[in-house]
């Protein structure tokens, strides 16, 4: 099926362990992003995509690391994982032409990362 | 001050009532986007406006560009509705989200 595909659905890291959670998409959109959602706020921006070999920063980098080398995946690496960064993990996709016309979003399904 | 705030932060409902989220948002945006989400946790697009109204069966979104301002109506809602409704916009090519309502509608 068509769509965002995120992994691992759930994980427990121990603090100042490294992982990378997946994001791949096969819908050959050029945006792809990485949110946490958080109790109580709204989904805040860690690191966006606007094509292959192209990131940047959003609103929460720090302590986030991404790489887009295909068009397809969009991984994030957690670098010395910490307590703050327990959280729900959202990948999301959408189509750019380029020339400021907004799309919808795709979203995948997350991941709950629990940091001990 | 958020630039995204929606309201109510919760809402009860009897099922069959009419519901009304509403959303404002503070920055300019090329275009807003209602989302769903489900107690399981997946995120579900269900309207993207520019301008003016639309529908999907029983949901309508409007959109008030000169006010800043867009509701999310549910008409005859029903207990499947219960959820978080989420109200982004996208600013600056990037999206910023309202911390959500959540719904919950009664048998």
């Known amino acids: 099926n068509a769509g965002v595909t995120q992994t691992p659905k759930f994980q427990v890291l121990k603090t100042g362990q490294s992982m990378t959670l997946q994001c791949a998409q096969d819908?050959?959109?050029?945006?792809m992003s990485w949110y946490r959602q958080d109790p109580g706020m709204g989904l805040r921006l860690i690191h966006y995509?606007?094509?292959?070999?192209?990131?940047d920063q959003g609103e929460v980098p720090n302590g986030y690391n991404v790489s887009r080398s295909t068009t397809e995946d969009f991984p994030l690496r957690l670098l010395s994982a910490a307590p703050s960064q327990t959280s729900v993990y959202f990948c999301?996709?959408?189509?750019?032409?380029?020339?400021?016309?907004?799309?919808?979003?795709?979203f995948g399904s997350g991941t709950r990362l629990t940091v001990v | 001050k958020n630039e995204v705030e929606q309201s109510p932060q919760n809402l009860t409902a009897q099922e069959g009532e009419f519901i009304t989220i509403n959303c404002s948002y503070s920055?300019?945006?090329?275009?807003l986007h209602w989302l769903q989400q489900h107690p399981g946790g997946g995120i579900v697009s269900l309207f993207m406006l520019s301008s003016g109204k639309k529908k999907h069966g029983r949901l309508i979104a409007t959109i008030n560009i000169q006010e800043k301002h867009s509701s999310l109506h549910i008409t005859a809602s029903h207990p499947r509705d219960s959820a978080v409704y989420i109200c982004a916009v996208r600013s600056r090519g990037n999206l910023i989200f309202g911390k959500g309502t959540k719904l919950s509608v009664k048998p």
């Open positions: 819908m050959n959109h050029e945006y």
């Open positions: 999301a996709s959408s189509y750019s032409n380029g020339w400021g016309v907004d799309y919808g979003y795709t």
């Open positions: 995509s606007v094509g292959a070999g192209i990131t």
């Open positions: 920055v300019g945006i090329s275009a």
